[in-house]
């Protein structure tokens, strides 16, 4: 593995682009925005032509957020309405769009947000955090798209299209170093080994050092004092496409990950009572854990699939095969603290023990699609298809005990099987040269089986096997949609959609061995925008006001003081905004890019209550008391992990110094605000506005491809709240540090 992925680094030099919007640049005093190409409805279109909201970031946009060594998480507020965190660190992401996602943290958890990677579904967290590296367009596409990405998508859709061959021999390579060790080396080759065949070739080598320091004074810590934060991320791809002949051609891909690093670090009593701001326990640099193992994860996984198309000339038949197969395991100190020895009223004192850990997880995927679509710009444009999904996922976790965590005291061993199967149609007709209709149906049936037990007193010769819990789970539902755009002139494009999607039925068996199921939930969904071309071609301006309805939403009561992880059914749950996006040149070499969110949700069941936190949490909603036990009411509560408000902007600066060389500049800023963490509010969980920004600037030669910047992520040192546990104190997560460093870039 290791030798596959240097290879792949090392096919070519060094390269990487500034941020910057899609201009096409003919000097300092003018420029125009140029038109961009998307596939959100599985054929080339101009995006203004796309009658939904959806938005597209470049490989230059991508870069300039990877630098530094993040990952996905990265993403979270880059797109108007797209969140993304997780508790899992760098491997099992949670995407929300429109504030419409799901915050369970088991790997067999389903997601409203799919994620779909050269033509293939991602379907499971455990896939989603493969990392971003030789993209040529990431599309997020906003709303349902159960037409035509299936179910599980009712939130809408994250589209990753990579590089592929092409018939000229080109590429890049980029590396990076920086503090904490850190250093990150991406390149890419395409290699044309014939007239009919083209090899595409990539890799990924993302590095940092431990900077963190576990000062519990425990026999198993580390001497050198900086035992956590480290990873080690291998990644290579490689696409062969073959073209026998005009109409037929096959595109091979595989692909393969080697991860290994810390996990989330939970940080101990680290708000007080009343506030949702850090205390004086949180340093970001210093840790006191007891146990987890220095919270290690690793991950390997693998990918193969085969496209083939051929062209009849006014239709093509393109079929679509892909399996992904997964291995992980990992450990994590959950309560972020010290027990049993801790001394009284140290900050970093927990009252229980919460180690727990992954001895074995094991994922294995399979999908099929054949679609059938007409070609051209036609009066009439259509497509037909069917597609089918399967996978398996068996899990072994470990809940530990014991001063350090020394022996597990329960086990827990899952299988979950998954299947599903559709046929859909979608057609668009042009009732004028100004208006499109387009309306599209698909049909689904979807089955789930679960079995889990759970071994009692691991450490004990006469252990106790529980009885093995089992449930099955299936439905069958139609998604649709209908939409209209009109073009009111050559600048100026309006449009309208409804769309039905749904999610899938789910379960949960956390809490084995009793398993929990949410029913299937539907979602009904209206908005109107505009996609509009301004200052004669030097603005682009986006703009959609939506509503959504989603009936029997199914949500995840994580922690509380039942430390429980159940599956519950929502009556509904209501969303509604406003998103504006674009970019303009201001002239003098300056460009600006933005994008804007009002994303308000609300849960509506009166009869619906969750537990409560612990550790001295303040929570606002009303009590009701079920079998003696308080629980929190959390009708009219904002959905989870839902910025109410979030807002991005990138502003970069380009200077011509003469014989094809520049300087250049570029700073971006997002911002989130609002946003609860849990299902019920309380003071200390409802996370205030957030922000973090990065700076990028350099020397470049036009002529020759060359490239050399300096960067800094997180360049204020922010330190915001990202996640939360509450069943046991007031413990938090947060994210990266300032990071800082030089790149250097070639392309040829």
Not at 472 to 499: K, M, T
Not at 641 to 663: C, H, R, T, W
Request: hydrophobic fraction near 35%.
């Amino acid at each position: 593995m290791k030798r596959i992925a240097a290879l792949a680094v090392s096919a070519s030099t060094l390269a990487l682009l500034v941020a910057a919007p899609a201009f096409a640049q003919t000097s300092e005093d003018t420029a125009s925005v140029g038109d961009i190409v998307v596939t959100a409805q599985r054929r080339s279109e101009s995006i203004r032509d796309v009658p939904f909201a959806v938005t597209a970031m470049n490989t230059e946009t991508l870069a300039a957020v990877n630098a530094g060594g993040a990952d996905v998480l990265a993403l979270a507020g880059r797109v108007p309405s797209l969140n993304v965190e997780s508790s899992n660190g760098r491997y099992a992401p949670r995407f929300y769009i429109r504030g419409f996602g799901n915050v369970d943290f088991d790997f067999t958890a389903s997601q409203p947000v799919s994620v779909v990677m050269d033509e293939v579904v991602l379907e499971s967290v455990y896939l989603k955090g493969f990392p971003l590296f030789d993209v040529k367009q990431m599309e997020v596409l906003r709303g349902p798209q159960g037409t035509l990405f299936g179910r599980n998508t009712p939130a809408g859709v994250v589209k990753v299209d990579t590089t592929k061959p092409g018939d000229v021999l080109e590429g890049f390579g980029q590396l990076s170093v920086g503090n904490y060790g850190s250093y990150r080396a991406e390149s890419g080759v395409t290699l044309p080994l014939s007239d009919t065949l083209s090899l595409r070739v990539s890799g990924l080598l993302n590095h940092r050092d431990d900077w963190v320091n576990n000062a519990y004074d425990a026999s198993f810590a580390n001497p050198d004092g900086k035992e956590l934060g480290n990873f080690e991320d291998r990644a290579a791809r490689a696409h062969l496409a073959w073209t026998p002949t005009e109409r037929l051609s096959v595109l091979g891909t595989l692909q393969v990950r080697d991860y290994a690093g810390t996990g989330t670090l939970n940080r101990a009593n680290a708000l007080t009572k009343g506030s949702n701001k850090l205390n004086d326990n949180y340093d970001r640099d210093t840790v006191y854990y007891d146990g987890g193992r220095n919270n290690f994860q690793k991950q390997n996984t693998l990918s193969q699939s085969l496209q083939v198309a051929y062209d009849f000339g006014n239709m093509t038949l393109t079929g679509v095969v892909g399996a992904y197969q997964g291995q992980s395991k990992g450990n994590g100190d959950i309560d972020g603290g010290v027990s049993f020895t801790a001394p009284a009223g140290a900050g970093y004192a927990t009252p229980f023990r919460v180690e727990s850990g992954t001895d074995h997880s094991d994922l294995a995927q399979h999908t099929y699609e054949l679609r059938l679509a007409s070609n051209g710009d036609n009066r009439l444009n259509w497509q037909v298809g069917a597609f089918y999904f399967q996978d398996r996922f068996n899990l072994v976790s470990n809940t530990y005990d014991g001063v350090g965590g020394l022996y597990p005291v329960k086990q827990t061993d899952i299988i979950q099987k998954s299947d599903s199967w559709s046929v859909f149609g979608q057609a668009n007709y042009k009732l004028t040269e100004a208006l499109k209709v387009t309306g599209g149906v698909r049909y689904t049936e979807d089955n789930r089986n679960y079995r889990g037990n759970i071994t009692v007193d691991v450490k004990n010769p006469a252990n106790v096997l529980l009885p093995t819990s089992t449930v099955a789970v299936g439905d069958e539902q139609v998604s649709w949609d209908i939409s209209a755009l009109y073009e009111v002139n050559s600048d100026w494009n309006v449009f309208a959609r409804v769309a039905n999607g749904y999610r899938g039925p789910s379960i949960q068996g956390r809490s084995l061995p009793v398993l929990t199921t949410a029913d299937s939930e539907t979602v009904m969904s209206y908005e109107a925008g505009f996609k509009a071309r301004l200052w004669d071609g030097r603005a682009r301006l986006n703009g959609t006001a939506y509503f959504y309805e989603v009936d029997d939403m199914q949500f995840t009561a994580i922690g509380g003081n039942d430390n429980t992880n159940r599956l519950l059914n929502a009556n509904q749950g209501v969303g509604k905004g406003i998103e504006i996006d674009g970019d303009v040149y201001l002239g003098a070499g300056f460009t600006f890019a933005g994008g804007f969110a009002w994303n308000d949700t609300e849960i509506k069941d009166n009869g619906l209550s969750v537990p409560l936190c612990t550790g001295g949490c303040t929570v606002t909603d009303p009590l009701v008391n079920i079998g003696g036990t308080n629980r929190a009411s959390i009708n009219g509560n904002p959905f989870p992990m839902a910025p109410e408000y979030s807002a991005n902007f990138v502003l970069s600066y380009v200077k011509s110094i003469g014989n094809d060389q520049e300087l250049f500049a570029a700073t971006d800023w997002v911002m989130q605000k609002n946003t609860n963490i849990f299902l019920y509010e309380s003071k200390e969980f409802m996370l205030g506005t957030q922000f973090e920004g990065g700076l990028r600037a350099g020397w470049r030669h036009l002529g020759r491809d060359v490239e050399v910047a300096g960067y800094v992520r997180n360049i204020t040192d922010e330190d915001n709240i990202i996640g939360a546990i509450d069943f046991n104190n007031l413990t938090v997560f947060v994210n990266d540090p300032r990071m800082y460093g030089i790149e250097v870039s070639k392309r040829f």
